[in-house]
């Protein structure tokens, strides 16, 4: 699985970003590419596909045992922000495309909605916040950028990614305008 190659090389670069400035960001977007397929690791470790364990920011949270692991951290939650996102407009709630809780089952379709969206905002909101803290306000800006170009890629080519591009682009025109209403 690719997402274990970039995983790994995030986790090489964070180790080296205390003597190497330019390593944290890179780690962040290696983990932000490892992030979007991540959450599928479901499928291989027999936990029923749309596992609650993988898909929310229970795997970010992880990586955020330790400082060192902040770019590893910001990166994933990016990631399984923008799969979150995608996964929030399945063909059909139902069976395969619910949340499975371990020892409970399937939270059924609203419950599902909400497991998706609370957590792709909150895995979106995290991965800037913990960007923006572990590098310059410059270096997050294009880290952030990059990652929303990686996001674009990756919703475009995703099952339910299109409507997640729509409701970013709603949500981006809305933030822009309350910003010019503002001022």
Request: charged share 10%; proline share 3%.
């Given at each position: 699985?690719?997402?274990?190659?970039?995983?790994?090389?995030?986790?090489?670069?964070?180790?080296?970003a205390?003597?190497?400035?330019?390593?944290?960001?890179?780690?962040?977007?290696?983990?932000?590419?490892?992030?979007?397929?991540?959450?599928?690791?479901?499928?291989?470790?027999?936990?029923?596909?749309?596992?609650?364990?993988?898909?929310?920011?229970?795997?970010?949270?992880?990586?955020?045992?330790?400082?060192?692991?902040?770019?590893?951290?910001?990166?994933?939650?990016?990631?399984?922000?923008?799969?979150?996102?995608?996964?929030?407009?399945?063909?059909?709630?139902?069976?395969?495309?619910?949340?499975?809780?371990?020892?409970?089952?399937?939270?059924?379709?609203?419950?599902?909605?909400?497991?998706?969206?609370?957590?792709?905002?909150?895995?979106?909101?995290?991965?800037?916040?913990?960007?923006?803290?572990?590098?310059?306000p410059?270096?997050?800006?294009?880290v952030?950028?990059?990652?929303?170009?990686?996001?674009?890629?990756?919703?475009?080519?995703?099952?339910?990614?299109?409507?997640?591009?729509?409701?970013?682009?709603?949500?981006?025109?809305?933030?822009?305008?309350?910003?010019?209403?503002?001022?």
């Amino acid at each position: 699985m690719q997402a274990f190659g970039f995983l790994l090389l995030a986790a090489g670069l964070a180790a080296l970003a205390a003597r190497f400035s330019w390593a944290a960001a890179l780690a962040i977007l290696a983990a932000a590419w490892a992030g979007t397929t991540l959450p599928d690791l479901d499928l291989y470790l027999g936990i029923g596909h749309r596992s609650g364990l993988t898909h929310s920011v229970l795997p970010a949270a992880l990586a955020c045992w330790h400082r060192r692991g902040f770019a590893v951290a910001a990166g994933l939650a990016l990631g399984i922000g923008l799969h979150l996102s995608a996964d929030l407009f399945p063909n059909a709630m139902r069976g395969f495309a619910t949340v499975k809780l371990p020892g409970a089952g399937s939270i059924g379709p609203d419950a599902s909605y909400w497991w998706f969206a609370i957590n792709a905002g909150v895995a979106l909101v995290a991965g800037t916040a913990l960007a923006c803290l572990i590098t310059t306000p410059r270096v997050a800006a294009l880290v952030l950028i990059a990652a929303a170009a990686m996001g674009l890629v990756y919703l475009y080519r995703t099952d339910g990614g299109w409507w997640a591009l729509m409701l970013f682009a709603g949500l981006g025109w809305l933030a822009a305008r309350g910003r010019r209403l503002a001022q």
